[in-house]
């Protein structure tokens, strides 16, 4: 754990990326399966990962991004893209894939799909979306953790207009729309104004409240 924490405190957004470094892929591998093994709202995983390595996709994706430059100067682009919807199709997928995987029926587990059947796909779809989206920042969150333990620069980024980006990977003729980005590389030896800043968190005593 102290390692972990050594490297989350190395951590930090990075605003300039050297375009010239690759991350090795068994470790882009890595992250993503944290993503994969993430937590999840009754275990959906209502989101997938796209990863963007083709640069000519990355350039497409740049000015609906403000023309931050490690989109195209990173070396893996990661877009989290959350299902536009909760249906019965999806939420059937997964509990047959529990069933499968396992080797069995619990009846319990089963009460539990129809539970979601009859509450999920009838709310409207933006409530569905917020819902997935909410998971997604989960992943988010994980792929976070595991790209400063593998010691991978990382930008998450919510300022994109996500409309123009889920065109460019017509994400929506998938049922998805993408909710944030983050960016993987290393950081550049100069131009970046932040890293050789101190890391600022509030305080454990204002962040923390103990109940006992």
């Not at 405190?9 to 994969?36: C, F, G, H, N």
């Not at 894939?97 to 396992?102: A, G, M, S, W």
């Not at 539970?115 to 989206?133: I, V």
């Amino acid at each position: 754990m102290p390692e972990l924490l050594n490297r989350l405190e190395w951590r930090y957004a990075t605003k300039k990326m050297d375009p010239s470094k690759d991350v090795a892929q068994e470790k882009v591998e890595r992250i993503l399966e944290a993503v994969r093994l993430t937590a999840s709202s009754s275990g959906l995983q209502p989101y997938e990962v796209i990863v963007v390595t083709n640069p000519a996709v990355r350039e497409q994706i740049k000015p609906h991004a403000w023309n931050q430059g490690q989109i195209s100067d990173c070396s893996h682009l990661l877009v989290f893209a959350a299902w536009d919807n909760y249906t019965a199709e999806r939420i059937n997928g997964m509990f047959d894939l529990v069933n499968e995987q396992r080797g069995l029926k619990n009846e319990g587990w089963e009460a539990y799909r129809q539970q979601l059947l009859a509450s999920y796909p009838a709310r409207d779809a933006q409530t569905n979306f917020e819902h997935a989206a909410r998971q997604a920042y989960i992943g988010l969150g994980s792929a976070l953790i595991a790209a400063a333990y593998e010691e991978v620069d990382s930008t998450p980024m919510e300022g994109f207009d996500p409309a123009k980006v889920d065109e460019v990977l017509k994400l929506r003729e998938r049922g998805l729309r993408s909710v944030v980005m983050l960016p993987l590389g290393y950081r550049a030896g100069e131009g970046d104004w932040l890293v050789a800043l101190k890391k600022v968190r509030r305080p454990r005593a204002q962040f923390v409240t103990e109940v006992a």
